[in-house]
């Protein structure tokens, strides 16, 4: 039997590998049948002459092959043989953490002879309900607020996201983990192009500034999770304007911000544009559109729309 495991999801897709050699494993105590072949170092002959060989724990043999569809002269190899691959009794998967290239002639006969399955990334609904489990399993709960800001900040990136939910698990092990919780202990990606958006509005290019962050609503991203990016970048500013008001050389900010040395540089570059009074507005008509919108005062696209209409 030929499993043929790929997609853009490298999480769901090396978990599903890791079940079915774990399943493998149980029926089959030995071990000394499990192999991992890279395509990329190994030759397919190698392998077929292995089959060969008859084992002498009367196991079933599994092969995992990695970088197939990376290694031209292993596609041909494989493809010329897949008949006999597919009929002999062990069990073969061929991996891929990414998507392959589907034009390929091998990836159309896998379509045709394997068990296929491809992980997509996970549409906003389904992830949500795919993070709820996952902290479920750990015993622990989010709220929706906190859900929504935890996706925005981790996205599709589950390896990223299952690291997140270990630390707030093990952080609030005995509660219900709250919008407060993800702000403290999840970080945002320090290079997330929300900083055009601010450069625009340092720049007084509202009209610019307006139309990159409908761009993020446009590609899915929550308006929660905008607006907390807003915040985190203004609240830089504010820290990296305090220090370089009092002096002393830039390289010491680091350290007393706890910021990216990326970070205290893209901060420093755009604080120049804003005076102090000016940057603690800004961050006090954040703090009230944020209290505005859990309280429903006003929908959240449209608060975001007036707060950098009004900056």
Known sequence: ????????????????????????????????????????????????????????????????????????????????????????????????????????????????????????????????????????????????????????????????????????????????IKKEDVELLVKPDAENDIFKTIDALASKNKKLALNLLHKHLDNGDNPLYLLSMIAYQFRNLLIIKDLSAQGGPASGWQKKSGLHPFVVQKSYSLCSQFSMPELKKIYLKIFQIDLDIKTGKVDPETALDLLLSEV
């Open 1 to 176: 039997m030929i499993y043929f495991i790929y997609g853009e999801d490298s999480y769901r897709s090396k978990r599903k590998l890791e079940e079915i050699v774990l399943s493998y494993k149980e029926k089959n105590k030995s071990g000394l049948n499990l192999n991992y072949i890279d395509a990329k170092e190994n030759s397919l002959a190698d392998f077929l002459n292995n089959l060969k060989v008859v084992s002498m724990f009367s196991e079933k043999k599994l092969a995992v092959f990695k970088g197939v569809f990376g290694n031209t002269k292993f596609q041909e190899d494989f493809l010329e043989n897949i008949k006999s691959i597919e009929d002999a009794k062990e069990i073969i998967i061929v991996y891929e953490d990414n998507v392959p290239d589907k034009r390929t002639k091998l990836f159309k006969a896998l379509q045709k002879s394997a068990k296929c399955q491809e992980f997509n990334n996970l549409q906003p609904a389904l992830l949500k309900k795919w993070v709820v489990q996952e902290f479920a399993k750990k015993k622990a709960k989010i709220d929706p607020e906190a859900l929504d800001l935890l996706v925005g900040f981790a996205k599709n990136d589950l390896w990223k996201m299952v690291n997140e939910i270990n630390k707030l698990s093990d952080y609030r092990a005995d509660g219900v």
